[in-house]
């Protein structure tokens, strides 16, 4: 069981906006911001999205936002495209001795 | 341009010994932490842990303090990860990747091709 939590899998027709949570405790999401979000294609390597909560790589489209409330922060991908289908993973900070705790994952499905 | 190059595919037997590397390139290896991430087949992330080439300091998650090492060879900008004896469970895709910040938290913002670590009898 991952220490933070995320739905299995999410779905969006093109065009569309959705969003994915990302829940843990005080002791990392709700204590810090050093909340990031990555995409993983199959077959490749992650891709960091976002980071720190709301801040967006360079290169990385305007489509894509985050956002923290409470314990739990949030990915949300406007204007939903084909290449958007991957894995997006969350991951923060903890106090605890773990330091870094990745979500289980969730799959974005484009219909 | 920054890039962090893996080591091949390994196939190995349970009991063995396994050192994979990771090269930087395209910056100032020393000045940032380099992670190692666990994917096992069909699964999520998992962070291992990280180690600051620039004075070998190492953060090992409890998961897997003590199952494997972290070192880094500055003069050849390479880090490395290694197992002194494999087991089965230690089959997965292997990720480098280096932290943005510099506090070794994260987050990653560059990341490796990946090393498929195969142990099987």
């Known amino acids: 069981q991952s220490a933070l939590t995320q739905p299995a899998s999410v779905s969006g027709s093109p065009g569309q906006s959705i969003t994915i949570s990302c829940t843990g405790t005080?002791?990392?999401?709700?204590?810090?911001?050093?909340v990031s979000w990555y995409q993983q294609h199959p077959g490749k390597a992650p891709k960091l999205m976002i980071y720190?909560?709301?801040n967006r790589p360079s290169g990385v489209s305007n489509r894509f936002s985050g956002s923290k409330s409470g314990n739990t922060a949030s990915l949300t991908i406007s204007g939903l495209q084909a290449e958007d289908e991957a894995d997006y993973y969350c991951?923060?900070?903890?106090?605890?001795?773990?330091?870094?705790?990745f979500g289980g994952g969730t799959k974005l499905t484009v219909l | 341009e920054v890039q962090l190059v893996q080591s091949g595919a390994e196939v190995k037997k349970p009991g063995e010994s396994l050192s994979i590397s990771c090269k930087g390139s395209?910056?100032?290896?020393?000045?940032?932490?380099i992670g190692w991430v666990r994917q096992m087949p069909g699964k999520g992330l998992e962070w291992m842990g990280i180690?600051?080439?620039?004075?070998?300091?190492?953060k090992y998650s409890p998961s897997f303090q003590g199952q494997v090492t972290f070192s880094v060879d500055k003069s050849i900008s390479t880090a490395y990860l290694q197992w002194s004896s494999l087991k089965a469970s230690d089959t997965a895709m292997y990720y480098c990747?280096?932290?943005?910040?510099?506090?070794?938290?994260?987050?990653?913002?560059?990341w490796g091709q990946g090393t498929l670590v195969t142990v099987s009898s």
């Open positions: 990747a280096r932290d943005k910040g510099n506090s070794g938290w994260g987050p990653f913002d560059y």
């Open positions: 395209g910056y100032s290896f020393t000045n940032y932490w």
């Open positions: 180690i600051y080439p620039g004075d070998s300091e190492t």
């Open positions: 005080s002791s990392d999401v709700g204590g810090y911001n050093y």
């Open positions: 720190d909560v709301s």
């Open positions: 991951s923060s900070y903890t106090s605890s001795s773990t330091y870094v705790v």
